[in-house]
């Protein structure tokens, strides 16, 4: 699957030429002209898109408001700016509202493709599909069919640690040893408390798991 890229620039032109450049690079390119429709378009796609590229000079709002608003809906998304002006104040401004990198025009779309390149590289170098599951280890995220559950650091590592070896059965002094440290007692039940509050946050049931399965007498492992 081509990875999908939203391009916000009014200039029809070179909108129509970015697009088709970008599309000979196997990338899914949408493209809107006018910034409400693109915050519009974010707001109910906004898992979909793995990279906007923002011209700044845009009717109906500023495009470093364009930009902040983009920020506001998706937090992971990348942010390219492209844009004619160029001055150091602008590419501060830009950065600070939650753009990733400032592109100045003109520039050779050949130029574009390589910073998106690099881009999608750094982004998906740190995430990781399992089943139905999503690991982003750099922000120490794991999403569950698109949404990002509140995992605390030791319900995280936990689940991580077994979304990493499917199938694969965990003592309890193993998965203790994994999240706290050496020193497991036999009488200690704090594994099975995170595993519960886990189970409680990815709505399995322990009697008939999807997830999360009880191996009686040892410890856990990821239903695969």
């Known amino acids: 699957m081509s990875e999908k890229i939203l391009l916000i620039e009014d200039d029809l032109e070179m909108q129509a030429l970015i697009k088709e450049y970008l599309t000979n690079y196997d990338f899914e390119v949408v493209a809107i002209d006018k910034p409400k429709e ?14 906007i590229v923002l011209d700044l000079m845009l009717p ?5 408001d ?21 001055e150091l104040s602008d590419k501060i401004l830009g950065y600070g509202l939650g753009a990733d990198d400032y592109l100045a025009k003109p520039y050779e779309p050949r130029e574009l493709v390589l910073k998106i390149n690099s881009a999608l590289r750094r982004t998906l170098k740190s995430k990781k599909k399992i089943g139905d599951f999503e690991i982003d280890e750099e922000k120490m995220q794991i999403a569950l069919e698109g949404y990002a559950l509140d995992l605390t650091k030791i319900e995280f590592d936990l ?8 199938g694969k059965v965990f003592s309890r002094e193993t998965l203790f040893n994994a999240i706290n440290g050496i020193g497991y007692s036999s009488k200690d039940r704090t594994v099975d408390m995170h595993v519960s509050n886990l189970r ?3 709505g399995d049931d322990s009697k008939n798991p999807k997830y999360i399965k009880s191996v009686w007498g040892v410890g856990y492992q990821l239903v695969h």
Do not use: T
């Open 200 to 202: 409680a946050k990815l």
């Open 159 to 166: 689940l991580h640690l077994l979304l990493s070896h499917p």
């Open 66 to 86: 364009v930009c902040k608003a983009l920020r506001a809906l998706n937090e992971e998304v990348y942010i390219i700016i492209s844009s004619a002006r160029n």
């Open 60 to 64: 109906q709002m500023d495009g470093f």
């Open 38 to 51: 693109a915050l519009a378009y974010v707001k109910a796609h906004s898992q979909e898109i793995q990279l």
